[in-house]
C-alpha cells in the first residue's frame, strides 16, 4: 500500500471550514484507491498568532517539510491586518511558505462546468466552454523585491521592486511551454513590456524560448489588455503564464468566468513538496456561518492527487463527483442560480463525498 503524509494547515476565517470537507474527501480517495494518507494539522496565520505569537511556527514549517504535499485552507483576517508587516499573515507566513517550499509556479485552472453557465456574471455566449489555465509566477517579482519603508521631511517614502532574474523566468516559461504542449498548444504570455524594465526580460526571454517549442504559438499581451480580453472573449486563451502581482489580479478576475471565486482551485510546484490552496481568501464576511463554497478546496486536493502523487483517475474522481453534484442542483449561496438548492459547506462536502464510491 502506498503512503503519503499531507500537512493540513486550514488557517483563518472561512479556513477551518473548507478543509475538512477536503479531507474527508482524500479519506474516502484513500480508501478506494488504497492509499494510506496521514494527516498532520499544523498552526498558520492568524490562527497561529494567536496560539504562539508567530504567523509561521518553526514547527509547522517542519512539519511541512516532512510532509509529501500540503493542504491550506486560506490566511489573514480583519484582526491580523495591523500588525507589523512581517508579523501579517500574508506577509509573515503565506509568503516565506512559499519561498520556503520553492513553489516558484502557481497553477490555476479555470473551467466553467457547464452546470454553472448562468452563475457567471458575464453571457453565455462569452464564458460557455471556457477552459484556460494561468499559470503564475510565484517567489519572485513584486511579492518579493526589495522592499522599504521610510521617513521623510513631510511623510513617508514606500518602496516595492519588481525584479525577475533571466533564470527565473526560463524556469516558469518553460513550465508554460509545456503546460501549453499538453493542451491546446497556444501560450499567451502576459506582461507590461511597454513600461517596465523587467517586463522586457520577460518578453525577450520567452520569445527566445519559443524556439525549442516551435509546436506551441506563442503570443505576447499586455497585462491591461489581458484584464480587458478575459471578460471580453475568455474562450481565446489556453495558458497564460504571467508575473506574480499581474497573475493574482488576473485569476480572480478570471474565477467569475467560473461562476465564482469559491470555483477556482489551485496548486503550488516547484520544489518538493507542492502546496494546494483554493485561490480565494479567508472571506472574514461569510467565516463561521457554514456558507463558504468548498468546491475549490476539494478541487485543489483533485490538483494535489494529480500532481503530487500522479494519481490521476482518483483527482479525475473528485472532478467526476463535483460535476455530479453540480448537476443534481446543489449549490452554495455563492452561486446565483435560479431554481437550484442552496446547502451550507458542510453538506456540499458530504454530497461531495458521497459521489466517492
Ligand atoms: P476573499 O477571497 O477572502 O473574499 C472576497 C469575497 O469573495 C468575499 O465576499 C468572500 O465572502 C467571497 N468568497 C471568497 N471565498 C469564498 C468561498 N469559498 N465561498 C463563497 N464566497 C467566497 O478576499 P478578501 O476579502 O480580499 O480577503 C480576506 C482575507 O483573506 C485577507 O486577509 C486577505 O489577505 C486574505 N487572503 C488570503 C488568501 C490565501 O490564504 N491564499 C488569498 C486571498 C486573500
Ligand atoms: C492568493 C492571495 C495571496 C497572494 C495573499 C494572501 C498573500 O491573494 O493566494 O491569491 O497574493 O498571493
Ligand atoms: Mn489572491
Redesign the pocket.
Given at each position: 500500500m502506498v503512503k503519503y503524509t499531507i500537512a493540513v494547515l486550514p488557517?483563518?476565517?472561512?479556513?477551518s471550514e473548507?478543509v475538512p470537507p477536503a479531507v474527508n474527501i482524500l479519506k474516502k480517495i484513500g480508501i478506494k484507491y488504497d492509499i494510506a494518507f496521514e494527516f498532520k494539522e499544523a498552526l498558520i496565520?492568524g490562527a497561529a498568532l494567536d496560539a504562539v505569537g508567530v504567523p509561521l511556527p518553526e514547527d509547522t514549517l517542519k512539519v511541512c517539510h516532512q510532509s509529501d504535499a500540503v493542504l491550506?485552507?486560506?490566511?489573514?483576517?480583519?484582526k491580523?491586518?495591523t500588525l507589523p508587516t512581517h508579523l501579517r499573515?500574508?506577509v509573515g507566513a503565506?509568503l516565506p511558505l512559499r519561498k520556503d517550499l520553492a513553489l516558484y509556479a502557481n497553477i490555476r485552472p479555470v473551467i466553467l462546468y457547464p452546470e454553472l453557465v448562468s452563475a457567471s456574471t458575464l453571457k453565455e455566449e462569452v464564458v460557455s466552454g471556457t477552459d484556460l489555465v494561468v499559470i503564475r509566477e510565484l517567489t519572485g517579482g513584486l511579492y518579493f523585491g526589495e522592499k522599504k519603508r521610510e521617513k521623510t521631511a513631510t511623510g513617508e517614502r514606500a518602496v516595492d521592486t519588481l525584479v525577475y532574474t533571466t533564470e527565473e523566468i526560463e524556469r516558469i516559461a518553460r513550465l508554460a511551454f509545456e503546460t501549453a504542449r499538453g493542451r491546446r498548444k497556444k501560450l499567451t504570455s502576459v506582461d507590461k513590456a511597454n513600461v517596465l524594465e523587467s517586463g522586457r526580460l520577460w518578453r525577450e526571454t520567452l520569445s527566445r524560448l519559443a524556439a525549442a517549442y516551435p509546436d506551441v504559438e506563442l503570443e505576447h499581451m499586455y497585462v491591461d489588455n489581458c484584464a480587458m480580453q478575459l471578460v471580453r472573449a475568455p474562450k481565446q486563451f489556453d495558458v497564460i503564464v504571467t508575473e506574480n502581482t499581474f497573475g493574482d489580479i488576473l485569476t480572480?478576475q478570471a474565477s467569475m468566468i467560473s461562476g465564482?471565486?469559491?470555483m477556482l482551485p489551485s496548486a503550488s510546484i516547484g520544489g518538493q513538496v507542492g502546496l494546494y490552496?483554493?485561490?480565494?481568501?479567508?472571506?472574514?464576511?461569510?467565516a463561521g456561518q457554514d456558507?463558504?463554497?468548498?468546491?475549490?478546496?476539494i478541487l485543489s486536493a483533485a490538483m494535489m492527487l494529480e500532481y503530487s502523487f500522479k494519481q490521476v483517475q482518483a483527482a479525475e474522481d473528485i472532478k467526476q463527483a463535483v460535476a455530479s453534484v453540480l448537476n443534481k442542483g446543489y449549490r452554495?449561496?455563492?452561486l446565483v442560480q435560479e431554481g437550484k438548492m442552496v446547502v451550507g459547506t458542510q453538506e456540499m462536502g458530504n454530497l461531495v463525498a458521497g459521489e466517492i464510491v
Open positions: 488557517g483563518d476565517g472561512i479556513g473548507i496565520g491550506l485552507g486560506a490566511i489573514g483576517g480583519p491580523w491586518d499573515p500574508e503565506l480572480d465564482s471565486i469559491g490552496e483554493p485561490s480565494h481568501g479567508s472571506a472574514p464576511d461569510i456558507k463558504a463554497n468548498p468546491l475549490a478546496t452554495t449561496g455563492d
